[in-house]
């Protein structure tokens, strides 16, 4: 699991030396590969990762997490692995296992040595070039699998101490990897516990992709504490897109003991720029981030908010998934997991209540988009009119008593049953007929009728 971050204060993110831009050469593989910064599978389709961590070196008997992850709508799942050097070794039966899970289910595999993490700070934790060894043990579990499996060579790879090697040292672990015949994409983590304050990452991304033989390396930032402002999100992946390099957020949360991640932009700002994400994570963290289970005890029918979060709001990844194209490429509608008490029933969304067009103006759409006993979820869609807006407010007046416990993508007040919904920071501006939306999750009693919604711009 993660560490709290042992920095004191981290700086705004500034203008440091710039990453190259530069595009690589095309080359032939069996699996997924990389152009132009962009990831695609190996039907030569683009491929954006959405989807969850799932602990699966330390609850090896979770093995229905795989099929319930995907009925809520995940197109791939970063799954926890140990060297055994930390924890007891996932061997290479097990390993052909978890990928067998993963193809059963349509899901691409991102398989990770947890053993890495905070080397050079932490006790015990091992170098790259010794998680190298492990994979190079096992690799008659991924022989063949390059089309489902990319190898995460080591999770936070390094604490806040002694990280200035990190460069060299994953370029030397990709080499080694390809040497041991690994054609599969690579993906590696950046350090600082994964969070790269020092920019350690961003500033030898290109080095370090041009030290793959292949060229087909994807770089992991984990957004936590950090990035705890859209600024700062849009900043570093900003450079890496502009660079052309791959990035995907391979870790984030909506809280954390270290400050609260901006996990707001990080889903939109990901979703408008192809960028990949996976959330941290399934179920199964200790205590003191126990607020990161997104199923609690592993339950899919009892999602915390921020599992419905993650998985059914705005920009999340039951709106946002699309399956590999070497499964078929489509979207399936999943068929529901094993219910257990409370069961969310999944009627067809309600009827939408539109608001009355405003010409230059907006209009806002209220659609309960779930429900289950006591509880609900919904999305309200803003729309300008034929005139670009700087920014809008929706309001309602609930009829039954239901109650707003958690929004994002709006900052939500009431007052008795009347709720006014306003933009946030990097949703306000749309252009004649441009869309946004945003969500909520509230409690209801008896009925829960659609309000009608007003939308005004600004």
């Known amino acids: 699991m993660r560490k709290r971050l042992g920095v004191a204060g981290v700086a705004l993110l500034t203008a440091l030396a710039a990453i190259f831009v530069f595009v690589q050469p095309a080359h032939a593989a069996a699996g997924f590969t990389v152009s132009g910064g962009k990831l695609y599978d190996a039907n030569g389709n683009e491929f954006i990762m959405r989807g969850v961590n799932h602990p699966h070196a330390w609850y090896p008997q979770q093995t229905s997490s795989f099929a319930n992850i995907k009925a809520l709508g995940a197109n791939t799942v970063r799954v926890v692995l140990s060297s055994g050097d930390r924890g007891t070794k996932n061997s290479a039966a097990d390993v052909g296992n978890v990928i067998s899970l993963c193809r059963t289910n349509r899901l691409i595999c991102v398989l990770e040595v947890h053993d890495t993490t905070g080397y050079g700070e932490e006790s015990g934790a091992i170098s790259l070039d010794r998680a190298v060894d492990y994979w190079v043990s096992i690799a008659s579990a991924l022989q063949g699998q390059e089309k489902y499996v990319i190898v995460n060579i080591g999770n ?22 390809r040497a041991n015949g690994f054609s599969h994409t690579i993906m590696v983590d950046a350090p600082n516990w994964g969070q790269d304050w020092s920019f350690t990452m961003r500033d030898n991304a290109a080095s370090v992709f041009d030290a793959d033989p292949q060229k087909n390396t994807v770089f ?3 957004m936590y504490g950090v990035f705890d402002t859209a600024a700062e999100i849009r900043d570093y992946l900003g450079r890496f897109r502009a660079a052309r390099l791959p990035i995907v957020v391979g870790e984030f949360g909506h809280d954390h003991s270290d400050g609260n991640p901006d996990e707001d932009t990080i889903l939109s700002y990901s979703q408008a720029n192809g960028i990949g994400y996976l959330g941290w994570s399934w179920s199964g963290n200790s205590s003191y981030v126990g607020y990161l289970d997104m199923a609690i005890g592993f339950n899919p029918n009892n999602l915390s908010s921020w599992g419905q979060r993650i998985f059914n709001g705005a920009d999340g990844i039951k709106q946002t998934a699309r399956e590999a194209s070497v ?22 969304p309600s009827s939408p209540a539109p608001s009355s067009p405003a010409p230059g103006g907006c209009t806002a759409t209220y659609t309960v988009v779930n429900s289950w006993a006591g509880g609900f979820q919904g999305e309200v869609r803003v729309t300008a009119g034929n005139a670009a807006v700087n920014g809008w407010t929706v309001r309602w007046t609930f009829t039954n008593g239901q109650v707003i416990s958690q929004a994002w993508n709006a900052e939500v007040t009431r007052s008795g049953s009347a709720v006014t919904a306003r933009n946030v920071s990097y949703n306000g501006r749309l252009g004649a007929g441009a869309s946004t939306s945003f969500g909520f999750v509230g409690s209801w009693n008896g009925t829960n009728p659609v309000p009608t919604v007003t939308c005004a711009a600004s």
């Open 327 to 348: 499964y078929g490429g489509t979207t399936p509608t999943p068929s529901s997991p094993t219910p257990s008490s409370p069961a969310p029933s999944s009627p067809a």
């Open 156 to 177: 936070e790879p390094y604490g806040n101490q002694g990280y200035g090697t990190w460069a060299t040292d994953t370029s030397n672990a990709i080499k080694r990897l």
């Open 220 to 222: 992991s930032i984990h």
